[in-house]
């Protein structure tokens, strides 16, 4: 009864707590100071998590998307077949977080004039540029 008490408080606060607003996100240029810090600085270790969550997001995304699509015409994308044809980023397993990392500091480097947007989308950007699906 307890547990099921504080479940129910603990859902009902989280649900009412402000969410920030898409203004507020995460900006490229934040993104790009964070990333230039050693991995064992706090923001270094706060980019190359938030880089690794947008990845996993992006395959998540891919594998609910497409998921439906099976359902509606019968095809069979594997995982990883989905998330490259939904994300059109295409790596494979011996590309490492850290590779992301600097290829996705060198895209926010040579695009500037971009990172006034979301980082979440730069990320996606600089992934899909650097490994791209053929």
């Avoid at 402000?18 to 790009?32: M, T, V």
Wanted: proline fraction near 6%; charge should be negative; charged fraction near 15%.
């Amino acid at each position: 009864m307890q547990k099921t008490l504080l479940a129910s408080i603990f859902a009902s606060t989280t649900i009412c707590l402000p969410q920030p607003a898409f203004s507020e996100a995460l900006r490229g240029n934040d993104l790009l100071a964070m990333c230039q810090m050693p991995v064992t600085d706090p923001d270094g270790a706060y980019c190359a998590g938030f880089i690794a969550g947008v990845g996993n997001g992006m395959d998540l995304g891919a594998l609910i998307v497409l998921g439906a699509f099976n359902a509606l015409d019968g095809t069979d994308y594997s995982p990883t077949e989905a998330a490259q044809a939904f994300t059109n980023t295409c790596t494979d397993e011996n590309v490492s977080l850290g590779q992301k990392v600097l290829v996705i500091v060198k895209w926010l480097e040579d695009n500037p004039a971009q990172l006034h947007e979301p980082a979440v989308w730069l990320v996606k950007q600089a992934l899909s540029d650097a490994f791209p699906c053929e």
